[in-house]
């Protein structure tokens, strides 16, 4: 979502004919801030559109909602992660935007502000949606936990291996695969602690059931998004 419609679909409607697309970079002989400002925007689109569905499935499975909440926190997280960590280490796609504006330290101060706010709201929605929607109750601590962690450190692994055979160099990893899914993400190992008091679980979840489909679809996509995608592909207008 992030490099792919975010940044590689912006470059090529806007100005490059072609470029590298991986899991942790698009690389093009095209640039701008627009350019930059698209993966974050990509995601945060693609947030608001997993919490519509979300609010939306009112008859759908608990696997369903639990998949579309997951959907939604990825990419919550990684949209509004993003202006605090570009804020604070002058680094990253919110970096390439402000890069030579005038007030250049007002306009850090305000990535991040504006991403430590949004991100303390991410978490309570991602919060308010287990809850309400998947259906876990708010004192339920176990069990809140077994479904943010593991989503999270599958997160982390699936980044660094795909992000290892990236085209550009193992510094990628340590730039982009592992701060995008340790700690853009991170909200998802404390955001039990943060779900505000008097949320009740609208919907029923009577546990979420193995389920072999969705794990040999799971099992492709993460290799495609490995070996396939992690080692780069080129893409042309």
């Not at 949209?79 to 850090?108: C, E, K, Q």
């Not at 309570?124 to 593991?150: E, M, S």
């Amino acid at each position: 979502m992030h490099e792919g419609l975010g940044h590689a679909a912006t470059a090529l409607l806007t100005g490059t004919r072609s470029g590298v697309l991986s899991t942790v970079a698009w690389s093009s002989d095209f640039d701008s801030r627009l350019v930059a400002a698209g993966g974050t925007l990509a995601n945060l689109a693609a947030a608001m559109v997993f919490w519509i569905a979300l609010r939306s499935a009112t008859g759908g499975s608990v696997r369903l909602r639990f998949f579309l909440l997951t959907s939604f926190a990825f990419n919550v997280f990684a949209g509004t992660g993003y202006f605090f960590f570009s804020g604070v280490t002058n680094f990253g796609d919110w970096a390439a935007v402000i890069a030579g504006l005038p007030a250049h330290w007002m306009w850090r101060t305000l990535l991040v502000v504006a991403g430590i706010a949004s991100y303390y709201g991410a978490v309570l929605l991602v919060g308010t949606g287990l809850v309400r929607y998947v259906g876990v109750p708010r004192n339920n601590l176990r069990r809140l936990a077994n479904l943010t962690f593991i989503p999270y450190f599958s997160a982390v692994l699936l980044s660094c291996a795909g992000g290892a055979l990236n085209p550009i160099g193992i510094q990628l990893v340590w730039q982009s695969a592992l701060p995008g899914a340790a700690g853009a993400h991170s909200g998802l190992l404390w955001l039990r602690y943060y779900i505000l008091k008097g949320t009740v679980p609208e919907r029923p979840s009577d546990g979420i059931d193995r389920n072999y489909a969705w794990i040999i679809v799971a099992v492709v996509l993460s290799l495609a998004f490995i070996f396939v995608l992690g080692r780069g592909i080129v893409l042309h207008r």
